[in-house]
C-alpha cells in the first residue's frame, strides 16, 4: 500500500498512535493510499513546531526577500511537476484531468503572486499633531491554523499557504481527510525550496480528531477555514476561548440571474458552466439559476438539451467534462437532494445515477425547474450537480428572490443592458459578483462572503491582511519632561 506521511518540523512523520486511514479513487471506490490518523498528540507536535519556528531560530530573521524567493521557487517546481500533480489531483478529488491541469496552474499562480507581494507589505506614517512620530508597522500574526475542503485540495492549500509565509506566518494546515495527496506531495519540497523546519506544517486526520484539537489549541493565534457552514459555527464558537482571528469561507447558494435581453447562447452555457464545473462542487456554485419569466421555457429547454450532451466519464480521460463526486458520503448526500427535488419542483433532466456506470461516484448533471425558493433545494447548500431553475417577471423580483438566502458568497448577472446590470450589481448581497460569465477567479481579486457564506477575504492584498497585525508606535520628538506633577 502506497503510505504518506504527514509533515512536521521539517520531518516526513507517521502519527504517534500509529493509526492509518485509507484514501480513495472515486472512480473505482478503490483505496490508493493510507495517510496517518492524526489525533490532539500530533496536532500539539506540529503546533509546537511552528510556535518554536515563529518565536525563535532562522524564520523571524528571514527578509520579506527572501520569503518571497521561496514562494517563487515553490511556484517553479509545481510547474515543473504540474502533469504529475495534476494526474494525483484528479485520481483522488474525481475532477476531470482537464480541470486539475487548470487548477495547478493556478496554484502555481497563487506562490507567484504572494512571492511577489511578500516585498510590497507597507507600514504607515500617521498624521498625529505635536511633537511625535506615529508609524504603524505590520507583523506577523504568529502561528496560522488552516483547515481546507477537498473541492479543489491543493489549490485551497495555496490560498492559505502563500499569504501566511509572504507574511511570515508559521502554518499547520489540515487537509480535508478525502484529500490529502497532493498537499503532502507538495510537502516533500518544502525544505529544498529554503522553508526551515516547522515554518510549514501539514497534518492529515478528521475534523473531529485533527481539527477540533488545532482550533482549540491555545498557541495558534489564528484559524483559516473553508468548509461547510455547520463546521464553520463551531469553529467560531470554539476559537472564542481564545479570542483566535478566525477567517470563514463557507460556500452558498449563488443566483445566476439571466434577463431576456442577455446574449442567449452564452447564456445557456454560462448557466451550466456556472452550477456543473467540477462536478458542482464549487463554493460559489451558481445553483440558483434565475431567468426572466419572457425566456423561461425556451431556456429552459435548451439547458437541458445540453446538459443531456456533457460528457461523464473517468477523470483521467481528456474528454471528460464531469467525474464523480468526491466520496461515498458526498454522493449519498446528493443522491438525497436529487430525490427531494423530485418532491419539491418539476425535474427535467438527470435525477439519478447515470445508466452503465455501475462504479464510482457518478451522479447524473440534474435540472429542477419551477422551483419556489423557498424549497430546500433553493435553500440549502448540495455542493453536486444539482441546478434550481427560478423564473422572474422583472428586475425588482430577481433582486428579491437572488438576495432571499441565508448565504452570500456569489452571483451573477447577464444582461447587454449596462444600466440594468450594475443597478442589479450594487444590489445584490454577495461578495463576488460577475457579469455576463460565472466563475472566473483570480490571484489578484478579493474572495470572500457576506452574511452566513462567513467573513475575510482571501486572494489580492486583502489576502495578506489576513495574516498581518498592526502595531502602533509613537515616538517622542519632544526633549522636554511632561511636567504632568
Ligand atoms: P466539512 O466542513 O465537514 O469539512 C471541511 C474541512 O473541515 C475538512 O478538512 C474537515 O476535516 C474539517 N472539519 C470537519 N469538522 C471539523 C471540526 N469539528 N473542527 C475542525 N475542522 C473540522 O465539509 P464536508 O463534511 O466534507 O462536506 C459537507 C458539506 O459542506 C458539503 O456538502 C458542502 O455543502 C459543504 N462544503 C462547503 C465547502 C466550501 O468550499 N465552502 C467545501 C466543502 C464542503
Ligand atoms: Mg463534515
Same mark, same amino acid.
Given at each position: 500500500?502506497?503510505?504518506?506521511?504527514?509533515?512536521?518540523?521539517?520531518?516526513?512523520?507517521?502519527?504517534?498512535?500509529?493509526?492509518?486511514?485509507?484514501?480513495?479513487?472515486?472512480?473505482?471506490?478503490?483505496?490508493?493510499?493510507?495517510?496517518?490518523?492524526?489525533?490532539?498528540?500530533?496536532?500539539?507536535?506540529?503546533?509546537?513546531?511552528?510556535?518554536?519556528?515563529?518565536?525563535?531560530?532562522?524564520?523571524?530573521?528571514?527578509?520579506?526577500?527572501?520569503?518571497?524567493?521561496?514562494?517563487?521557487?515553490?511556484?517553479?517546481?509545481?510547474?515543473? @511537476?504540474?502533469?504529475?500533480? %495534476?494526474?494525483?489531483? #484528479?485520481?483522488?478529488? *474525481? &475532477?476531470? $484531468?482537464?480541470?486539475?491541469?487548470?487548477?495547478?496552474?493556478?496554484?502555481?499562480?497563487?506562490?507567484?503572486?504572494?512571492?511577489?507581494?511578500?516585498?510590497?507589505?507597507?507600514?504607515?506614517?500617521?498624521?498625529?499633531?505635536?511633537?511625535?512620530?506615529?508609524?504603524?508597522?505590520?507583523?506577523?500574526?504568529?502561528?496560522?491554523?488552516?483547515?481546507?475542503?477537498?473541492?479543489?485540495?491543493?489549490?485551497?492549500?495555496?490560498?492559505?499557504?502563500?499569504?501566511?509565509?509572504?507574511?511570515?506566518?508559521?502554518?499547520?494546515?489540515?487537509?480535508?481527510?478525502?484529500?490529502?495527496?497532493?498537499?503532502?506531495?507538495?510537502?516533500?519540497?518544502?525544505?529544498?525550496?529554503?522553508?526551515?523546519?516547522?515554518?510549514?506544517?501539514?497534518?492529515?486526520?478528521?475534523?473531529?480528531?485533527?481539527?477540533?484539537?488545532?482550533?482549540?489549541?491555545? @498557541?495558534?493565534?489564528?484559524? %483559516?477555514?473553508?468548509? #461547510?457552514?455547520?463546521? *464553520? &459555527?463551531? $469553529?467560531?464558537?470554539?476559537?472564542?476561548?481564545?479570542?483566535?482571528?478566525?477567517?470563514?469561507?463557507?460556500?452558498?447558494?449563488?443566483?445566476?440571474?439571466?434577463?431576456?435581453?442577455?446574449?442567449?447562447?452564452?447564456?445557456?452555457?454560462?448557466?451550466?458552466?456556472?452550477?456543473?464545473?467540477?462536478?458542482?462542487?464549487?463554493?460559489?456554485?451558481?445553483?440558483?439559476?434565475?431567468?426572466?419569466?419572457?425566456?423561461?421555457?425556451?431556456?429552459?429547454?435548451?439547458?437541458?438539451?445540453?446538459?443531456?450532451?456533457?460528457?461523464?466519464?473517468?477523470?483521467?480521460?481528456?474528454?471528460?467534462?464531469?467525474?464523480?463526486?468526491?466520496?461515498?458520503?458526498?454522493?449519498?448526500?446528493?443522491?438525497?437532494?436529487?430525490?427531494?427535488?423530485?418532491?419539491?419542483?418539476?425535474?427535467?433532466?438527470?435525477?439519478?445515477?447515470?445508466?452503465?456506470?455501475?462504479?464510482?461516484?457518478?451522479?447524473?448533471?440534474?435540472?429542477?425547474?419551477?422551483?419556489?425558493?423557498?424549497?430546500?433545494?433553493?435553500?440549502?447548500?448540495?455542493?453536486?450537480?444539482?441546478?434550481?431553475?427560478?423564473?422572474?417577471?422583472?428586475?425588482?423580483?430577481?433582486?428579491?428572490?437572488?438576495?432571499?438566502?441565508?448565504?452570500?458568497?456569489?452571483?451573477?448577472?447577464?444582461?447587454?443592458?449596462?444600466?440594468?446590470?450594475?443597478?442589479?450589481?450594487?444590489?445584490?448581497?454577495?461578495?463576488?459578483?460577475?457579469?455576463?460569465?460565472?466563475?472566473?477567479?483570480?490571484?489578484?481579486?478579493?474572495?470572500?462572503?457576506?452574511?452566513?457564506?462567513?467573513?475575510?477575504?482571501?486572494?489580492?492584498?486583502?489576502?495578506?491582511?489576513?495574516?498581518?497585525?498592526?502595531?502602533?508606535?509613537?515616538?517622542?520628538?519632544?526633549?522636554?519632561?511632561?511636567?504632568?506633577?
Amino acid at each position: 500500500m502506497n503510505r504518506y506521511r504527514m509533515h512536521i518540523n521539517g520531518e516526513s512523520v507517521e502519527a504517534q498512535g500509529g493509526a492509518w486511514f485509507p484514501v480513495y479513487d472515486p472512480s473505482t471506490e478503490e483505496i490508493i493510499a493510507e495517510v496517518p490518523d492524526a489525533d490532539e498528540h500530533d496536532v500539539n507536535r506540529a503546533v509546537q513546531a511552528a510556535r518554536a519556528a515563529f518565536d525563535s531560530g532562522p524564520w523571524p530573521q528571514t527578509t520579506a526577500q527572501e520569503r518571497g524567493r521561496i514562494l517563487l521557487r515553490l511556484a517553479e517546481r509545481i510547474r515543473k @511537476e504540474l502533469a504529475a500533480l %495534476a494526474e494525483l489531483e #484528479s485520481r483522488n478529488s *474525481g &475532477k476531470p $484531468i482537464v480541470e486539475a491541469e487548470y487548477d495547478m496552474a493556478d496554484v502555481a499562480t497563487c506562490f507567484e503572486y504572494y512571492g511577489g507581494l511578500a516585498t510590497k507589505v507597507m507600514g504607515h506614517v500617521n498624521p498625529v499633531p505635536d511633537n511625535a512620530l506615529s508609524l504603524s508597522l505590520r507583523e506577523p500574526v504568529g502561528v496560522a491554523g488552516q483547515i481546507i475542503p477537498w473541492n479543489y485540495p491543493l489549490l485551497m492549500a495555496a490560498w492559505k499557504l502563500a499569504p501566511a509565509v509572504a507574511a511570515g506566518c508559521t502554518c499547520v494546515l489540515k487537509p480535508a481527510e478525502q484529500t490529502p495527496l497532493t498537499a503532502l506531495e507538495m510537502a516533500r519540497w518544502l525544505a529544498d525550496m529554503g522553508l526551515p523546519p516547522g515554518v510549514v506544517n501539514i497534518i492529515t486526520g478528521f475534523g473531529e480528531t485533527a481539527g477540533a484539537p488545532l482550533v482549540r489549541h491555545p @498557541e495558534v493565534n489564528k484559524i %483559516a477555514f473553508t468548509g #461547510s457552514a455547520a463546521v *464553520g &459555527k463551531l $469553529i467560531l464558537k470554539s476559537a472564542a476561548e481564545s479570542i483566535k482571528r478566525v477567517t470563514l469561507e463557507l460556500g452558498g447558494k449563488s443566483p445566476n440571474i439571466f434577463f431576456a435581453d442577455a446574449d442567449f447562447e452564452a447564456a445557456i452555457d454560462g448557466a451550466l458552466f456556472g452550477v456543473f464545473i467540477n462536478q458542482g462542487e464549487v463554493c460559489s456554485a451558481g445553483s440558483r439559476i434565475l431567468v426572466e419569466r419572457s425566456i423561461y421555457s425556451h431556456f429552459v429547454e435548451a439547458m437541458t438539451e445540453k446538459a443531456k450532451r456533457i460528457k461523464l466519464g473517468t477523470p483521467l480521460q481528456r474528454e471528460t467534462k464531469m467525474g464523480p463526486l468526491v466520496s461515498k458520503e458526498q454522493y449519498e448526500r446528493v443522491r438525497s437532494y436529487q430525490e427531494l427535488g423530485k418532491q419539491e419542483a418539476r425535474l427535467v433532466a438527470g435525477g439519478g445515477r447515470p445508466a452503465g456506470m455501475d462504479k464510482g461516484y457518478y451522479v447524473e448533471p440534474t435540472i429542477f425547474c419551477d422551483v419556489d425558493n423557498s424549497a430546500r433545494i433553493a435553500q440549502e447548500e448540495i455542493f453536486g450537480p444539482v441546478a434550481a431553475v427560478i423564473p422572474f417577471q422583472n428586475e425588482a423580483e430577481a433582486i428579491r428572490i437572488a438576495n432571499d438566502t441565508p448565504y452570500g458568497l456569489a452571483a451573477a448577472v447577464w444582461s447587454r443592458d449596462i444600466f440594468k446590470a450594475f443597478r442589479v450589481v450594487k444590489a445584490l448581497r454577495a461578495g463576488i459578483v460577475w457579469v455576463n460569465h460565472m466563475q472566473p477567479t483570480y490571484v489578484e481579486a478579493p474572495w470572500g462572503g457576506y452574511k452566513q457564506s462567513g467573513f475575510g477575504r482571501e486572494l489580492g492584498p486583502w489576502g495578506i491582511e489576513e495574516y498581518l497585525e498592526t502595531k502602533q508606535v509613537h515616538i517622542n520628538l519632544n526633549e522636554q519632561p511632561i511636567g504632568w506633577y
